[in-house]
């Protein structure tokens, strides 16, 4: 095929983009970009030139020191502020799925114009959670129901946010347990916050989440007047083999280049229980425990933040896509094949002119695993805007593969 115009064209035809009839277009496009020459080639990626929005559009990138060729699709908004009640801040880290039973649950971070909710989505499939059709809602219908309750007054962990940022179900008993980022105010400070993080678990399917308590910590206290993020935070988790494995930021002010991404480890039948990775094994309590940190802050220029993982059996490796502090609104990926050692990061894709990008979950159609394709949800908001209340749900499909 030599027209790129009927390559693109491909994309539209009824159906083509959702379900498994949009990825098999995909990889169709990916074989036919491999053998097409009306590309611009730069040295580490192949970007279309067409007549689509070159900022949001479909993008093929090659990751040269990962060997992988990926191919993204066009970003598609999945909601308009204000919809269902949902001013903003959606998400406000990660995007987390449970699927079984013919029915996707996907949790979400969700602003009610006043503090951040726990939002749940109900879908046929991960490919139809395109929209907010299927978001659980109060009995009135016009607007969206939390499953968790949020911040409590006055209590030392969680008086200013409380929402989930990960799900995990277990197959032998039916609980979706979760875990969520809390926060309490920096002394002295307008700004800023201290993180920790909370278990909780449903029994009905995710739609009522009782929080249990605070299962991960730093080590140290909140440094009063030091307004910034303090604490342990943004939990990611993921679970391989017998074990659960939760991603998290350890920040410990102000020696930030000595904070970063950790990593902690529960068994599946303790999930409320973890002990964070340090000095070669995980061997220190959750709570106020030592920790190894995997990717420092600050390292390599960036200062990485916001990691969520997934397994590619394709690759035989996990991956991780994250955010950056120094680059903000461009998207990273790593890969591992033990999730202690990284790779160094990659660029997935970067901010348009108009619109950047944080809090990138990858998600297949199969809880924590993808093959080839899966789809990159993230929070997406106008350049002129403010990250977090104007901050809206996104998402684009993903294919890589490895040369």
């Known amino acids: 095929m030599n027209s790129l115009n009927a390559l693109v064209s491909a994309l539209t035809l009824p159906g083509a983009r959702g379900g498994v009839r949009h990825i098999r ?46 191919i993204l699709g066009p970003v598609e908004p999945l909601m308009t502020q204000g ?5 903003g801040g959606a998400p406000d880290g990660h995007v987390s799925t449970n699927s079984y039973g013919g029915v996707t649950r996907a949790f979400f971070q969700c602003w009610d ?36 309750d949020g911040p ?32 309490v105010p920096v002394p002295g400070c307008t700004q800023g916050f201290y993180a920790s993080i909370g278990y909780a ?5 995710g739609h009522v989440f009782t929080k249990q308590g605070i299962v991960v910590t730093n080590g140290q206290p909140v440094v009063p007047d030091l307004c910034v993020g303090q604490g342990a935070a943004q939990p990611y988790v993921i679970e391989a083999g017998d074990y659960l494995y939760m991603l998290y930021d350890s920040w410990i002010p102000p020696d930030y280049p000595g904070g970063g991404i950790a990593i902690a480890r529960a068994s599946k039948a303790t999930p409320g229980y973890w002990t964070k990775y340090d000095q070669g094994s ?85 809880d924590g695993r993808m ?19 104007d901050t809206l749900l996104a998402r684009r499909s ?3 593969g490895g040369f």
């Open 83 to 87: 919809e269902l009640g949902i001013q």
């Open 152 to 183: 409590v007054a006055n209590d030392p962990y969680e008086s200013q946010y409380a929402a989930l940022y990960s799900t995990w179900r277990d197959p032998a008993t039916g609980v979706i347990h979760g875990w969520y980022h809390a926060e």
């Open 282 to 366: 995980f061997s220190q309590s959750g709570l106020g425990g030592a920790r190894t940190i995997l990717i420092p802050l600050g390292s390599g220029g960036q200062q990485s933040w916001g990691a969520a993982v997934i397994w590619n059996s394709n690759l035989g490796k996990f991956l991780m896509v994250h955010s950056d502090f120094n680059h903000e609104g461009t998207v990273y990926l790593r890969a591992s094949r033990d999730l202690v050692n990284w790779t160094s990061s990659q660029v997935l894709f970067d901010p348009s002119p108009d619109h950047s990008y944080r809090y990138p979950t990858l998600v297949g159609a199969t």
């Open 201 to 205: 678990t449903s029994n009905d399917d």
């Open 113 to 148: 114009g006043q503090v951040e909710r726990s939002c749940l989505s109900e879908t046929s499939s991960v490919d139809t959670f395109s929209s907010l059709a299927g978001l659980f809602r109060d009995p009135t219908g016009t607007h969206f129901q939390p499953v968790m």
């Open 398 to 400: 993903v294919i890589l």
């Open 25 to 70: 277009r995909m990889r169709a496009l990916w074989i036919a970009i491999l053998a097409s020459s009306v590309l611009v080639v730069g040295a580490k990626s192949v970007v279309l030139a067409s007549d689509l929005d070159p900022s949001e559009g479909l993008v093929m990138r090659y990751l040269a020191s990962m060997k992988l060729k990926v």
């Open 371 to 389: 093959g080839y394709a899966a789809w990159l949800y993230f929070g997406r908001q106008a350049t002129s805007a403010s990250i977090g209340p």
